[in-house]
């Protein structure tokens, strides 16, 4: 058994060393496959799936080693239909802040948040045939939410293409002074009551062909690939250097991912339900806090979790132990807990962008999250209790139960013979009796549970009775 424990632990750190070795590998391939030029800096990173946790994570990482690496251009490869609008103003955010010009190609789509983000770049190439627009805020089922959602995607939008602001150009003896994008177009991509003159589609939500984008001046070129952007850039000769995710920033993302996340609050919830069926430090609580462990420490590193937010999951959790076993019963200290731990798992579903709503927004935002830590509790309370049946009878589980029976015709019994006619006895509590806990009769241990109240350790006890193999004792 030993040989065997030694040999899973040594595995273990060999696999953990080869992930670390890989990923100090793959940091070191990615610096060395760069293009080797004497000019300008160029560094790529792309957004090809929805607009998520993981997408604002990586423009975060992306940024940091562009700015280390003293790129001169951050060309951001984007292919998204869309996603979570809190994201993508965080990205579209950063991205009108950067100090570096950023150059986004919209390879094939760059539909709803994506069209955000595109937007906030200082210049747009396209793929032909591709798309850009469509930002109507719609809920998870793809139904339009109030106006009040619209409106602030509406502004946002607006406000993104006045960040570029004018241009001027001279066209013989006149000058014209026009937007570099204009925002009535941008605020249409929402809103389809916006009339957008000349425009055939301008009663309906306006979506962009790459030709359009082109002829409306919301993209500054078409192009099929990274290096024909470059070279319509005037960047062809530059060196290139591309985002490459680490083993470590990989498993990261993993844990980002808002499936992941739910599991590991299902685990969590489920694991503290459990336990406190079953007080005592067992597998359910080992499994909680693990699951705890791999939910908020990614968060936590990459700093997409505020530091109030885990403290108000370890406050709750604290109570929680303390109810267990400190105060006798289950009252405020337990619920006070369970509602902490509700809580900062809610806030952590939630970017800071939602408190710049108006009341109405940030209150939808934050039952949506709600509803995900509820419906995880749910979901793993129903699944514990499926699965604990399926459990009990598959092959897995008697490898590690017990099965071996032990007759009353044998002499085994489960209780202990000495117990019998102790009724009237009197002894001392061993232990502190809340209601169960140990007393000594006679100079011997048992387990006794107090019948009404709580003994203190060394008060004088009287035996009532013997249950169901069980001393039930009271102070005198």
Known sequence: MFRKTYFIHKLFFMIVTILLLSSFALDSARYMNSTKSSGCRVYVYEIRKDIAKPAWWVTQKAFEEAEQWKADYIILHLNTYGGQVNYADSIRTRLLNSTIPVIGFVDNQAISAGALISIACDSIYMRAGGSIGAATVVDQSGNVVPDKYQSFMRSTMRAT??????????????????????PHIAEAMVDPSIVVQGFDDSLKVVTLTAEEALEWHFCEGLASSIAEVMEKTGLKDCELRQYRPTAISKVIGFFLSPVVQGILIMIMLGGIYFELQTPGVGFPLAAAGIA?????????????????????????????????????GFGIAGISGIALMVVG??????????????????????????????????????????????????????????????????????IDKRQKGMAGKTGIAHTVLRPSGMVEIDGDIFDAVAETGYIQKGEKIKVIRDETGQLYVEKI
């Open 161 to 182: 293409a006045e960040a570029h602001g004018k241009d001027t150009i001279v066209s013989g003896n006149d000058t014209i002074i026009r937007w570099h994008r204009d």
């Open 292 to 328: 705890a462990l791999l939910y908020f420490a990614p968060l936590y590193l990459e700093g997409l979790a505020e530091n109030w937010e885990m403290l108000l999951f370890l406050a709750g959790l604290l109570l929680l132990i303390l109810e267990i076993f400190v105060i006798p």
């Open 345 to 414: 798992l809610t806030l952590s579903l939630v970017d800071n962008v939602v408190f710049r709503l108006e009341g109405t927004e940030a209150l939808w935002h934050l039952i949506r999250a709600l509803m995900t830590v509820l419906i995880s509790l749910f979901m793993a309370f129903m699944l514990f209790i499926m699965g604990s049946k399926r459990l009990a009878y598959s092959k897995a589980f008697k490898v590690i139960a017990l099965e071996t029976t032990e007759p009353a015709s044998e002499g085994y019994i489960g």
